[in-house]
């Protein structure tokens, strides 16, 4: 995963994508909301929820505390 700002990569992440059961959903989005988990919640400290939707998950078990700090709602968020 690749973060960006003015064309310029800021940031470099591995990211875990989809089998063809729980498929990754390509497509364009955005950042709707940055909650802060407490560290009993699945997914702690932060979960960013995204306008993407998946047919087959409703949780996501992960999260990044340096994107939570720099992403606000309505960031695009590009899957491919």
């Given at each position: ?55 087959a ?24």
């Amino acid at each position: 995963m690749l973060v960006y700002r003015a064309g310029r990569v800021l940031r470099r992440y591995r990211a875990i994508v989809g089998k063809p059961s729980t498929a990754t959903a390509c497509g364009y989005y955005f950042v709707e909301e940055n909650v802060r988990l407490g560290a009993e919640f699945v997914g702690a400290p932060f979960a960013l929820a995204l306008s993407a939707r998946s047919r087959a998950l409703q949780e996501f078990d992960g999260a990044v505390t340096w994107l939570a700090a720099h992403l606000e709602p309505g960031v695009p968020v590009t899957i491919r």
